[in-house]
């Protein structure tokens, strides 16, 4: 495991140095997957919006690495624990909008989510017995809907 880590890394550093960004690169693994820690002063253009383009640098990278090993191998790129914060960050908007649909009544939906972003708000409100959230369309990318339990005898609830 520690060979796919050093590959990880050096796979990234030389992509980061073709497109030009200087970067301190790091790897390590956590649970049996690859963390590579990417720090620098450009990290915008490495996220990208809503963390688009770390997330294809993260799935390019994944690809290359698992041709190069036979088990599959889970790799995971943050850029200055960005990953961390937007964790926090939906976390907080889960609670907040799981409560507005408790008090409001009506459902409320966030999106468009990756499955990780969607994950986070599920597992957010997986125990506010009075709220339940799915997910809505089709692909990768989905909506997701916090929506309130109807109580026993409430017959005010639309659904």
Do not use: C
């Amino acid at each position: 495991m520690v060979e796919s880590v050093e590959t990880a890394r050096e796979l990234t550093i030389e992509i980061l140095r073709r497109m030009g960004v200087e970067t301190e690169v790091d790897g390590h693994l956590e649970e049996g997957t690859v963390v590579i820690e990417i720090r620098g002063d450009r990290e915008g253009i490495l996220i990208g919006k809503h963390g688009r383009t770390l997330d294809s640098l993260q799935v390019l990278i994944s690809r290359m690495v698992n041709k190069r090993f036979e088990s599959p191998i889970k790799v995971v790129l943050d850029v200055d624990s960005y990953r961390k914060k937007r964790e926090d960050a939906l976390t907080k908007m889960a609670l907040r909008m799981g409560e507005k649909a408790k008090r409001t009544g009506q459902g409320q939906t966030i999106g468009p989510l990756n499955a990780w972003e969607r994950r986070v708000i599920h597992m957010a409100l997986k125990e506010d017995s009075s709220v339940t959230t799915e997910s809505l369309g089709e692909g990768r990318i989905k909506r997701l809907s916090i929506l309130p339990k109807k109580r026993a005898g409430d017959r005010s609830a639309p659904w």
